[in-house]
């Protein structure tokens, strides 16, 4: 027989926090029904949602937390799910209440009166857009091993991934379970330490997104509005190729945002990743860095091959007057990992694309951020 107390237990578990919520389930109110009897100690977890993706996870959380207490009988676990007023006072814990900070002053309102928490002053979030002029220079993968890089030195880190037409983010983090909503606050997925949101958790498997310009605008306020980022030290944002509505719209979101371009070797694409940075000086956002990528690959024989000539990266930071962070090799474990949802950087961090990606992080840490809010759009002025 268990010879501990309830207060025991409810201690006992108030360092566990919820998987996705990463608060304590005792704070969220999701212990209940405690008891302590001859047969050991029972009680209820109210799961946030029906189905609850972590419930197994939670389970052996709650186990191992009462573990020292049981004197070796046995831990009844329920399960039951939160109300609907549960649920918003779950949301109001964790983002306040909506109604409340519609007059808010410290960021960007939108339409519904809610706020862009990343656009207050005092937000402690680095926002980075991860940009390029053209597609096919490896924005996402780029993206995502960064944000890996980041998680594993001890950032919390989040991704929006606005290529709303050629989503790829969830697939390459690996973080293929759907968003969890509470109170219609939007839960985003996490892997490797980094959490992730993309328009490719809503659209049926291979259908196409065929939307206007207010479509998109409105899809992107929502991912940084309505999804519980929790405040996180670094914001990536997986920019589509080109110059248009996307980049538009969250220059105005996100007034903070620091830019960085990515581009291949060849000339080609040196000089359409020069356009990225021509759009962030018309909106007023600063450019602090090229990242070169497909920079070489290194045979079996330990030779590296230039296949997409060599230079580019070098010339476009130093026209843009900003350093080269990082050299990205080719390498086919990267592509695989992108593919696979087993980003290089979390899996393989000592090899030689790896270590460059852990490399880059670590140079992207070290930049002060730049104190600049955007003053509005000069093109649109």
């Not at 220059?251 to 962030?280: G, I």
Request: hydrophobic content about 40%; aromatic content about 4%.
């Amino acid at each position: 027989m268990s010879t501990a107390t309830v207060e025991q237990v409810i201690e006992a578990l108030r360092p566990v926090q919820d998987p996705e919520l990463h608060r304590s389930i005792v704070d969220l109110d999701m212990v209940r029904d405690v008891a302590i009897s001859s047969q050991g100690i029972s009680l209820t977890i109210t799961l946030t949602i029906a189905g609850c993706p972590m419930r197994n996870e939670i389970q052996g959380l709650v186990t191992n937390a009462l573990a020292p207490l049981t004197n070796g009988t046995p831990v009844s676990l329920n399960f039951g799910v939160m109300t609907d007023e549960q649920r918003a006072n779950v949301r109001k814990m964790l983002n306040g209440d909506p109604k409340a900070s519609a007059g808010s002053n410290q960021a960007q309102g939108h339409a519904e009166g809610r706020v862009i928490p990343f656009a207050a002053k005092d937000s402690k979030t680095r926002p980075l857009l991860i940009a390029s002029g053209k597609g096919g220079v490896g924005k996402s993968s780029v993206t995502t091993n960064l944000a890996v890089a980041l998680a594993a030195a001890g950032h919390t880190v989040g991704i929006v991934d606005a290529d709303i037409y050629g989503f790829s983010i969830p697939r390459m983090l690996g973080a293929d379970r759907d968003p969890v909503i509470i109170d219609e606050m939007l839960l985003p997925p996490e892997n490797y330490g980094v959490r992730c949101i993309s328009i490719g958790y809503f659209v049926p498997d291979g259908e196409a997104v065929i939307w206007r310009g207010p479509m998109l605008h409105k899809a992107l306020e929502q991912f940084l509005t309505d999804v519980f980022w929790d405040e996180p030290d670094y914001l990536l944002i997986d920019m589509p190729p080109g110059t248009g509505d996307i980049a538009l719209s969250l220059s105005q979101y996100l007034p903070k945002a620091e830019v960085l371009v990515v581009t291949t070797p060849q000339e080609a694409a040196q000089k359409v990743a020069r356009l990225s940075a021509a759009m962030a000086k018309k909106v007023n956002l600063p450019v602090r860095g090229v990242i070169e990528n497909m920079s070489w690959f290194t045979g079996d024989d330990g030779k590296r091959y230039e296949l997409f000539g060599s230079g580019g990266g070098q010339e476009l930071a130093d026209e843009l007057g900003v350093p080269l962070l990082a050299q990205i090799p080719l390498t086919m474990a990267l592509r695989e990992g992108g593919d696979d949802g087993k980003p290089i950087a979390a899996v393989a961090p000592d090899s030689e694309t790896g270590k460059a990606f852990h490399s880059l992080a670590a140079q992207v840490d070290a930049m002060k951020p730049k104190k600049l809010f955007s003053k509005g759009l000069k093109l649109l002025g």
